[in-house]
């Protein structure tokens, strides 16, 4: 499970902290301010507004204030509630005027916290203060000497990213806070399955014509089968062959023999389990998606060894949704602690399920072609002649 990011925006006045966090919303809107608790008189835009009696609440719970500071009559608390339901509903990008409590916070709420120094001289400071007709230029100005004064005195803490607001646009400066965010996050793969990362196909083959071969079927007849099965093997599937075929099982035995002989059959495509491993040594997270019962699917990820490397798996069936359901795609995200929003990869061999589902739910896909022309519509970010292609690329290529 990844832990989840955040972002401590540092700088003087009129560095451009509620422009830059702007700007970063528009980019992405799962960034988000966070607001800090005022118990005090004034200003209420931009804080949640507290009662002496709801900080003495804080105050008497260990841990629940996480930071808090005092200026003029009134107090600021970074506290542990707001802070759980910001990370519940994105990435928190937190203003904070003391180094002190960059520490505070880094110290006191374990995420991934992304520290941002944005910087302007004082020049700028004033420049801005006037042009945006601040009438209280000169407490900013003094606000300023106070920043850098701070900085000087905690000269030994090293902010992960450095941002000048003189020279960077806003949304410039945005960019290279999601840049920085991003390099430090592992990429999201989902793979397909059956006959992305196992043969199904071989499998299938060899079980229905043993099974031909056990109970005396023509080929024709295991060849309708195979035909069947091929795409989906479910209990509807063997009812349909039974009404259609004269066979020599009923349906239920046909699946229950399915259920306990086929998983065991399944193999994974040559190479495989080494390129799972050196994606996910890149810094990939990797899940599988795929659609199909949970019994069966669980226990051939077990027989192929695939359940143990990758870091998740969603099955449609415990999901409720199939591919190329949207849904699908969020729970498998979700199974590793992430959302799509920041991207990622989708990669199977199924141009409707995987490429058209993959493409609506924000992805970069991969068809698996196994040597098969793409059948048209909208095409992939690159068709691959099998999985360890596909892998290639996606490791090769930008998120
Ligand atoms: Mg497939």
Redesign the pocket.
């Known amino acids: 499970m990844n832990r989840p990011h955040g972002v401590l925006i540092y700088g003087p006045p009129a560095s451009g902290k509620d422009t830059v966090t702007r700007a970063l919303s528009a980019l992405d809107p799962t960034f988000g301010l966070f607001s800090r608790v005022k118990v005090g008189p004034g200003r209420s835009a931009g804080y949640r507004m507290g009662t002496p009696e709801l900080l003495a609440e804080l105050r008497a719970t260990a841990g629940e204030v996480v930071y808090e500071n005092s200026r003029y009559d009134s107090t600021y608390v970074t506290d542990r509630p707001g802070l759980v339901a910001a990370f519940e509903a994105g990435v928190p990008v937190m203003h904070l005027g003391q180094v002190d409590g960059v520490r505070a916070v880094l110290d006191g709420y374990p995420a991934d916290w992304l520290t941002v120094l944005l910087w302007c001289p004082r020049e700028l400071t004033a420049e801005r203060s006037v042009g945006r007709g601040d009438t209280d230029t000169a407490a900013r100005l003094a606000a300023w000497d106070a920043t850098q004064a701070d900085l000087e005195a905690n000269a030994g803490f090293r902010f992960d990213l450095v941002v000048r607001t003189d020279t960077a646009s806003p949304e410039q400066a945005a960019e290279r806070i999601r840049q920085a965010l991003s390099a430090r996050e592992r990429r999201l793969l989902m793979l397909?399955f059956?006959?992305?990362l196992i043969d199904r196909r071989a499998a299938v083959t060899a079980w229905i014509f043993g099974y031909g071969a056990t109970y005396g079927l023509s080929p024709d007849v295991a060849r309708r089968i195979l035909d069947a099965i091929r795409i989906r093997a479910d209990l509807q599937t063997f009812e349909g062959l039974c009404a259609e075929l004269a066979l020599p099982e009923s349906a239920d035995r046909m699946w229950a023999r399915y259920n306990a002989e086929f998983p065991a059959t399944v193999r994974v495509f040559p190479g495989v389990p080494d390129a799972l491993e050196a994606i996910r040594a890149d810094g990939w997270q990797v899940v599988v998606v795929t659609n199909g019962g949970s019994e069966i699917q669980r226990a051939k990820l077990k027989a192929s060894g695939i359940d143990g490397l990758v870091d998740g798996v969603c099955i449609s069936e415990e999901a409720g949704a199939r591919k190329p359901d949207l849904s699908i795609f969020e729970t498998a995200a979700a199974r590793v602690g992430r959302s799509l929003a920041r991207g990622g990869w989708m990669v199977?061999?199924?141009a409707a399920l995987d490429v058209v589902g993959g493409r609506a739910a924000g992805l970069r896909t991969v068809w698996v072609s196994h040597g098969r022309t793409w059948p048209g519509g909208a095409e992939p970010d690159y068709i691959a002649l099998d999985v360890l292609d596909a892998l290639g690329h996606v490791r090769g290529g930008a998120r």
């Open positions: 397909d059956d006959d992305t199977g061999d199924n």
